[in-house]
C-alpha cells in the first residue's frame, strides 16, 4: 500500500475536485441516512393509527411524566446511594433532551405536516422520492468529478515515469524489455483508474453511509447501536486477511500480463522469421502457456474478491443480530434491561425496533460494496508498484552535479585506459570484461574505422562517447575534459549516429530529417535531403519529402531508410559522426551513394566507422584502422600497416577477399 500512496502527491494537484468530492459524498451519506430514518414515521402512520401530530403530543406528554416520576424518585432517593442517584440522574437528562427534540420538531416542522393520514402518507412518500432524486443527482456528479480526476491523475503518472524512463540509460531499458516496461506504462495504469475511481467515489462515500445510518440508529437507541458494533474488529480483521491475499494475486496477474506482452511482442517483430522456419506452432503454444498462467492468477483474484463479499456481508448481518436479539427481547417482554443490563432508555414497541433495524440494516448495502472496493484497491496498489518501480529505477548514466563546458572546437577525442564490463541481471554473477584497458587517442579530421569480429568491443567501445553507458574504469575525454563531466544534453549535441538498424518514426520524410534538429528550415532539410540522395527516390512518392514513412520505416527499402538516417546526421551537422555497420545490409548502389555522401561530408569532423571488415570505398575515405579483439585493441595504423603486422586484421580481410 505505500506504494499506492505515492499517488496521494498526484491528487493533490487536484485538491479542489477532491474537496468537492468529499463534500458531494457527505450529502449523498445524509440522505441515505434521512431516506431510511423516514421508516419511522410511515410506521406510525400505518401501523399505530395515530397522525404525527397526535404522536408527537401523546410522546411529549409521555415524556413529561417520565420527567416528573424521574425527579420525584430522585427526592426520595438515600444521597449515599450514589449508584441509584447516577442511573437516576442519566435517564432524567435523556428525557430531558429527548423532549426538546421534540419541542423543536413540533414548533419547526409540524406546521408543514397535514393533520390527515392519508395526506401526511403521501407527503412523506413525495419528500422521499425527492430527496431520493437528489442523492442520486449528487452522486452522479461525483462519479463524473472523480472520474476525471482519476484519468487526469494517471496522465500525469505516465508522463512522470516517461520522463523518467527518457534519463534512463540504454542499457537499463534494455535489461528490462521493452514489452516488459509498455505492459506498465499501458495495462499496469489502467489499474490505476478504477482504483482511484473507487477510492474517491465508495471508499469515501459507503463508509459516510455506514456511518450516518450509525449515527441516526444512535439517535433511536445508542446502546443497541453500540452493541452492534462488537463485530467491527472481526471486519477489519477480514479485510486485511483479504487484502494481503488480493495484492499478491494481483501483482501475479499484472505480471502475467507483461509476459503476454512478451511473447506476443516476439511473435509480431520476428514475423518474417517465425513464418520461414514454420514456428507458428511454437509461439502459438507459447501464448497459450503464458495465457493459461494469466488466468490462474486471474482466477485467484476472483476466487478471493468473490468470497470477500459474503464473507463481509456475513459479519455485517451478525451485527445485525446483536442489536436486533436483545431488542426483540425487550419488546416481547415489555422490559428495557436483558440480564439486568438497562439497553434502552424505556421499554421499546415494535415500530421502534423496525426503525433501528432498518438503519442497522441500511450499513450492510455500504460494508457489502466496500468489500469489491477493497479487491479493486488492492489490484490497483499491486500496479502501483509496478509503475511507481519505473521510477524508482537508477540510471547508470547521471548527469555531473556541477557540469563543464565543452571547447567550441574539439581537437582530440582519447580513451584513457578504459575498462567496461555489462551489468549482471542475476546476483552474484559476474560477466566479463567487454572493454580492457582501451588507450586510444583520435585527432579531429582523422576518419577511424574500428574493426574486428562479433563480440570484441566495437559497438561498445564507441557506445562510451554518447554516454550510453559509462566506462567502469578510465575515462573517455574530450580535449582534457571527462565527458562525465559535461552535460548530457550538450554532448549528444556534437556527436550524431548512423546505425545498423535504422530508427526512424511513424512520420513524414522531412520529419524524420528534421528529429536531431527541430528548428530546421525547409531549405536546410531539403539540402540534407540532397546531400544524402534522398531526392533520387522521393521522386516516385506522390507527396515528395511529406510522404509518411509508416511505422519504423516500413514503407521505405532498407537502403532508402539508411539514407534518410544519414541525412538526419548531416542536417544535425556533427563535430563526431557515429556510422555503426551503417551499410551492412544494404544493396551495393546504396552503399556507393552513402560513401559517395560521406566522402564530401567528413571533411574536418571526426568519424568513427564500426565494421567487421572494410571494402575498398570504405579505404578511401578512412585514415586509420583500430582493431579490436576480445575487449582489447590488437592494432592500430592504416590498412597497408595492418596487413603486414595484425594477424587479425590479415583474417578479417581474408574473409572478405581483399587482402592486397
Known amino acids: 500500500m505505500n506504494d499506492f500512496a505515492r499517488i496521494f502527491p498526484y491528487l493533490w494537484c487536484y485538491r479542489r475536485q477532491v474537496f468537492l468530492s468529499a463534500i458531494l459524498a457527505t450529502f449523498v451519506a445524509v440522505l441515505w441516512g434521512l431516506n431510511l430514518s423516514a421508516t419511522f414515521p410511515i410506521v406510525k402512520v400505518l401501523l399505530e393509527g395515530k397522525t404525527l401530530h397526535e404522536f408527537v403530543d401523546d410522546r411529549m406528554g409521555d415524556l413529561n411524566e417520565q420527567i416528573v416520576d424521574a425527579e420525584q424518585s430522585i427526592l426520595k432517593l438515600d444521597p449515599d446511594d450514589h449508584t441509584q442517584l447516577a442511573g437516576r440522574q442519566e435517564r432524567l437528562s435523556e428525557a430531558n433532551r429527548t423532549l426538546a427534540a421534540y419541542t423543536t420538531l413540533r414548533q419547526w416542522v409540524l406546521p408543514l405536516v397535514p393533520q390527515d393520514r392519508f395526506e401526511t402518507f403521501v407527503l412523506l412518500l413525495v419528500v422521499l422520492l425527492l430527496v431520493t432524486t437528489v442523492k442520486g443527482a449528487l452522486s452522479w456528479l461525483q462519479e463524473v468529478l472523480v472520474g476525471s480526476t482519476a484519468q487526469r491523475c494517471v496522465m500525469r503518472i505516465r508522463k512522470d515515469c516517461l520522463r523518467h524512463a527518457l534519463r534512463l540509460d540504454s542499457e537499463t531499458i534494455r535489461s528490462t524489455g521493452s514489452s516488459d516496461i509498455l505492459s506498465r506504462f499501458t495495462n499496469d495504469c489502467e489499474y490505476l483508474v478504477p482504483g482511484l475511481t473507487q477510492l474517491g467515489v465508495r471508499l469515501v462515500r459507503e463508509p459516510l453511509k455506514a456511518v450516518a445510518c450509525i449515527l441516526f440508529a444512535f439517535l433511536f437507541n445508542w446502546r443497541l447501536t453500540l452493541l452492534s458494533l462488537l463485530a467491527a474488529p472481526l471486519m477489519v480483521f477480514a479485510f486485511q486477511r483479504f487484502g494481503k491475499s488480493l495484492k499478491k494475486a494481483s501483482k501475479e496477474t499484472l505480471e502475467s500480463v507483461a509476459r503476454m506482452y512478451k511473447s506476443l511482442g516476439e511473435t509480431l517483430d520476428s514475423f518474417r522469421i517465425v513464418t520461414a522456419y514454420n514456428a507458428a506452432g511454437r509461439h502459438r503454444h507459447q501464448f497459450h502457456k503464458e495465457n ?279 542536417l544535425k551537422n556533427p563535430e563526431i559522426l557515429i556510422l555503426d555497420e551503417a551499410t551492412s545490409a544494404i544493396d551495393q548502389h546504396s552503399e556507393r551513394l552513402i560513401h559517395e555522401t560521406l566522402s564530401a561530408f567528413c571533411t574536418d569532423r571526426t568519424v568513427f566507422i564500426i565494421s567487421h571488415v572494410l571494402n575498398q570505398t570504405f579505404l578511401d575515405l578512412i585514415s586509420r584502422v583500430v582493431v579490436l579483439d576480445d575487449g582489447k585493441i590488437v592494432g592500430d595504423g592504416t590498412h597497408e600497416q595492418l596487413l603486414k603486422n595484425c594477424p587479425q586484421y590479415q583474417n578479417l580481410c581474408q574473409y572478405d577477399r581483399l587482402a592486397a
Not at 476472483?302 to 448481518?317: D, F, H, K, N, W
Not at 529505477?393 to 571547447?407: A, F, G, H, I, K
Not at 528529429?515 to 534522398?534: F, K, L, N, W
Open 292 to 570: 493459461q498462467r494469466y488466468y490462474k492468477h486471474y482466477m485467484r483474484v476472483v476466487r478471493i474478491g468473490a468470497l470477500a463479499s459474503p464473507s463481509t456481508e456475513l459479519l455485517g448481518m451478525a451485527a445485525v443480530f446483536l442489536a436486533l436479539l436483545p431488542g426483540v427481547y425487550m419488546v416481547l417482554r415489555s422490559d428495557d434491561t436483558v440480564w439486568g443490563l438497562q439497553l434502552s432508555a424505556e421499554p421499546m414497541d415494535v415500530s421502534d425496533l423496525l426503525v433501528l433495524y432498518a438503519l442497522l440494516a441500511g450499513t450492510l448495502d455500504p460494508i457489502r460494496k466496500l468489500s469489491g472496493v477493497f479487491r479493486t484497491i488492492k489490484s490497483s496498489a499491486a500496479a502501483s508498484e509496478r509503475v511507481f518501480s519505473i521510477m524508482d529505477m537508477q540510471t547508470r548514466v547521471s548527469e555531473c552535479p556541477s557540469p563543464r563546458r565543452l571547447p567550441a572546437i574539439l581537437k582530440t577525442i582519447s580513451f584513457d585506459e578504459v575498462g567496461f564490463t555489462y551489468a549482471s541481471n542475476a546476483e552474484k554473477v559476474e560477466r566479463p570484461a567487454a572493454l580492457k584497458n582501451i588507450s586510444l587517442t583520435v585527432n579531429r579530421g582523422e576518419v577511424v574505422a574500428v574493426v574486428g569480429t562479433n563480440g570484441s568491443g566495437k559497438s561498445t567501445l564507441l557506445n562510451l562517447l554518447p554516454r550510453f553507458c559509462d566506462c567502469t574504469k578510465g575515462a573517455v575525454r574530450f580535449d582534457t575534459i571527462d565527458i562525465r563531466d559535461v552535460r548530457l544534453a550538450e554532448l549528444r549535441d556534437r556527436i550524431g549516429l548512423v546505425s545498423q538498424e535504422t530508427q526512424l518514426f511513424d512520420m513524414s520524410i522531412s520529419e524524420n530529417i528534421r528529429y536531431g534538429r527541430p528548428s530546421a528550415t525547409r531549405e536546410e532539410i531539403e539540402q540534407a535531403a540532397t546531400s544524402a540522395h534522398v531526392t533520387q527516390f522521393i521522386d516516385s512518392f506522390p507527396d515528395g519529402l511529406d510522404t509518411p514513412v509508416g511505422e519504423q520505416g516500413y514503407a521505405l527499402s532498407g537502403g532508402q531508410r539508411q539514407r534518410v538516417s544519414l541525412a538526419r546526421a548531416i
